[in-house]
């Protein structure tokens, strides 16, 4: 905080603390600690504007006016917009998304906040098995509803998503709505073989999207010239296959 600024916040709050019987208009300091975060820099926003960057664990020290709620959200893996929102490109994978979201009574002349992020994505991977040599020309595309995600207040939003998978790193899937269309599109070189429900086979298998924090996930897919096999831990779905392989 520069000198001048720091100085003028000293008299105003000396100004404050000797008119005991009204506080409208004093500052609060705000103390927000960053630390232990899953990932930086992390930045913070109180009542939607900007109010520090942390590159390392820190405490971030904001001067607000006293006697009322403010808001705080805070993330990392992404820059929001100027409506603070995060937006995913067509054909990309979900950013590593880390946020907070929370409220602070600042009636007082400090309050003191701690930042504990929640992760907004799921790292899917496809584990393919299949006959000898099988798999080289095969890929997979997944594809949904859900392309951002608001800051302020936790929402998905709406838009096509669209990330090719790979076989070595997965793709970050972002948060969804319970029950929103997730597919997955087997792809044999160019050519889309079948089009499956993943959402729906998530959440079959148990996967909960309104958790705080979404786990990663692993799919095994199990091909033969018939059927095609869907196995998580303690779930498994055998689709027929239409079209011969």
């Known amino acids: 905080m520069p000198a001048a600024a720091l100085l003028t916040g000293i008299v105003f709050w000396a100004s404050c603390n000797a008119v005991k019987e009204d506080r409208r208009e004093c500052p609060c300091i705000l103390s927000v600690e960053m630390r232990n975060l899953p990932a930086y820099p992390a930045m913070l926003f109180v009542n939607d504007s900007l109010a520090g960057e942390a590159q390392r664990d820190t405490t971030l020290q904001v001067w607000v006016t006293a006697g009322g709620q403010v808001t705080l959200a805070a993330f990392s893996g992404a820059r929001p917009a100027a409506d603070m929102t995060v937006r995913i490109p067509h054909g990309e994978q979900a950013p590593a998304l880390y946020t907070y979201q929370a409220g602070a009574d600042c009636t007082g002349e400090s309050v003191r906040a701690v930042v504990q992020m929640h992760k907004q994505f799921c790292l899917l991977q496809v584990r393919f098995l299949g006959p000898p040599g099988w798999g080289n020309p095969l890929s997979v595309v ?11 207040d936790g929402r998905p939003l709406e838009g096509a998503f669209r990330c090719h998978l790979d076989k070595t790193s997965g793709c970050r899937i972002p948060r969804q709505h319970p029950g929103d269309p997730l597919w997955l599109d087997l792809l044999l070189e160019d050519d889309v073989l079948r089009s499956f429900p993943l959402g729906t086979y998530l959440e079959q298998a148990g996967f909960d999207w309104t958790a705080p924090d979404l786990p990663d996930k692993v799919l095994e897919v199990d091909v033969s010239l018939t059927s ?3 196995q998580a831990p303690g779930w498994n779905m055998v689709e027929a296959l239409d079209i011969v392989i």
């Open 142 to 152: 997944l594809r949904g509803g859900v392309n951002g995600f608001s800051l302020p």
């Open 228 to 230: 095609i096999r869907f």
